[in-house]
């Protein structure tokens, strides 16, 4: 019974630590989880047939610093299939790629966003990722997306009135969420619709209200943040 015990003592004590070791990183902290649901119908309908371009990142509304969450890899890189840059991509995650990395550039393959954001372009269905924060702290939500090829009457591949081609695939231009919050957890979050992304326009990259946006507004048919307690891990 003894040796039992005596074994047991280390393996107990050697537990306990995993345990400790794998929560040490969430206390103190708080979890803002970004849910969303990627339309697949839209991706299907799409000319290209591919998964939307997407970026997410907070903002600090006390300073205006701004860090990214979630970059989808295509624009962390620049990688566009022959094409030197998209800048109709996403305008605006396109202006905190350049204050996070002090370049006047876009993203490519020398200097592409931070690995630590980047991620494959989800396929359609659930996506999610987090951010760990300081419980309590203040917060806003942007969240840029574009489906290339979502052509539509008022954004043409080729319009024939105008003589001008969508020489980028775009579509119709990024749609830009936006969602002020609390880090309180248990609070559920709707971002709502802010505006669209179209770089070098005469109202600036922002504009309001929509204009000839159709489809668009469905590309992640559902979108939701969550503030959650932190997932312990051991490694």
């Known amino acids: 019974m003894r040796k039992i015990l005596t074994f047991s003592l280390p393996l107990v004590i050697l537990f306990g630590g995993i345990i400790l070791f794998a929560y040490r990183g969430t206390w103190g902290k708080t979890d803002i989880e970004f849910r969303i649901h990627i339309n ?10 591919e998964s939307p371009t997407f ?11 701004k860090k990214t969450v979630f970059v989808t890899r295509r624009a962390a890189v620049g990688d566009w299939e022959g ?21 006047k550039n876009l993203p490519n393959f020398e200097k592409p966003a931070s690995l630590a ?13 987090r ?24 954004y043409q591949q080729y319009n024939q009135v105008t003589k001008i081609e969508d020489k980028y695939g775009a579509g119709q231009p990024a749609l830009l969420y936006r969602a002020k919050f609390k880090a309180v957890e248990g609070a559920v979050i709707t ?31 559902e979108i939701s ?3 959650v307690k932190p997932l312990p891990k051991i490694i």
């Open 40 to 49: 697949e119908q839209l991706v299907l309908e799409s000319a290209f047939g």
């Open 55 to 65: 970026a997410i990142w907070l903002e600090d509304p006390s300073t205006g610093s």
């Open 83 to 103: 094409k030197a840059e998209v800048p109709v991509a996403l305008p605006q995650w396109f202006e905190v790629y350049k204050i996070e990395n002090e370049t």
């Open 117 to 129: 954001v980047t991620g494959a372009t989800p396929k359609p269905g659930y996506f999610i990722t």
């Open 131 to 154: 951010a760990r924060v300081d419980p309590g702290s203040k917060w806003i939500c942007w969240i840029e997306v574009n489906l290339s090829g979502d052509y539509n009457e008022y």
């Open 191 to 221: 971002p709502d619709i802010f505006g669209m992304c179209v770089p070098d326009s005469t109202d600036g990259n922002l504009i309001q209200p929509l204009k000839g946006i159709t489809t668009a507004t469905h590309i992640f048919d």
């Open 225 to 227: 943040i969550v503030i």
